[in-house]
């Protein structure tokens, strides 16, 4: 009999597949990406502020967007980056610019789909809007605003 340790085994289940948070193709995810983000660079406050950082580079954010909600909507995993990151990296970035980013967005889901697929998506956008929103702005005894919520 040998003094070495014996290795362990760990025996793990395979991760069960998730299943899409909505019923949305890529290509509705696409459009909806396409729309929101032209009405982005018409916004008096949003559009500067986007086009300081993405100007030359949009159709490569598209791209990525496009990935990030297929990522978020479908579970696809296509998308790695670092969101809080670059937000936190604007400069001159406000805290009511995530609101004005949920009125764009509810606006957009609302003129694209019908209205129980765009309030799911919805959530889905408070939910991420609220995560970047308390990185950048939230500390420990704050809680994010209302409309967040």
């Known amino acids: 009999m040998s003094d070495r340790p014996q290795p362990i085994t760990i025996e793990a289940r395979p ?3 998730r299943t899409p948070v909505v019923e949305i193709s890529p ?3 696409a459009m909806l990406v396409d729309r929101f983000y032209a009405e982005i660079r018409r916004h008096p ?6 086009e300081a950082r993405l100007a030359g580079i949009w159709d490569m ?9 297929r990522s978020v909507l479908l579970h696809s995993g296509e998308y790695s980056g670092q ?5 936190n990296a604007l400069p001159d970035l406000r805290e ?3 609101m004005i980013w ?13 209205s129980q697929l ?3 998506i919805l959530t889905v956008a408070r939910r991420i809007a609220r995560s970047l929103w308390l990185a950048r702005f939230g500390t420990p005894f704050s809680q994010a605003p209302a409309w967040l919520s």
């Open 45 to 50: 406050r949003l559009g500067p502020l986007f």
């Open 102 to 114: 949920l009125e764009v967005f509810e606006t957009t889901t609302d003129s694209l789909f019908d």
């Open 83 to 87: 969101p809080v990151a670059k937000h």
């Open 15 to 17: 991760s069960q597949p």
């Open 118 to 120: 765009s309030a799911s």
């Open 27 to 29: 290509e509705e995810i």
């Open 96 to 98: 009511d610019d995530f």
């Open 61 to 69: 954010h598209l791209e990525r967007m496009k990935r990030f909600w």
